[in-house]
């Protein structure tokens, strides 16, 4: 049960990592990791009722924190600041318990 929530919106942090060099490979794989863990907790990913959104990020260079990163032209979504403000409790009623 997400409590209203449609969207989840997951940061894939540290692709500035030397070992990872802004490999989308690396990001893919992360993903797909996640992926997984969500359907063993019940949920899909790709629902009607509720998506997760992935953003490639780096925290220590800021790239696709707010805005769009020149090491990652692979990636053309929103940046984590953009995907956060789309993500909208639609349902979610703070008068009702839990």
Not at 7 to 27: A, G, Q
Not at 68 to 77: S, T, V
Request: with cysteine; aromatic share 10%.
């Amino acid at each position: 049960y997400t409590l209203g929530l449609r969207r989840l919106v997951v940061c894939v942090n540290k692709l500035d990592e030397d070992s990872v060099d802004y490999s989308e490979e690396h990001f893919e794989h992360a993903c797909a990791v996640v992926r997984k863990s969500l359907q063993v907790a019940g949920l899909k990913c790709h629902d009607v009722f509720f998506d997760v959104h992935f953003v490639p990020t780096s925290g220590s260079t800021g790239d696709n924190i707010t805005s769009r990163a020149d090491n990652m032209p692979w990636y053309c979504g929103p940046t984590l600041i953009e995907a956060l403000d789309d993500a909208v409790a639609l349902h979610f009623k703070p008068e009702r318990p839990l």
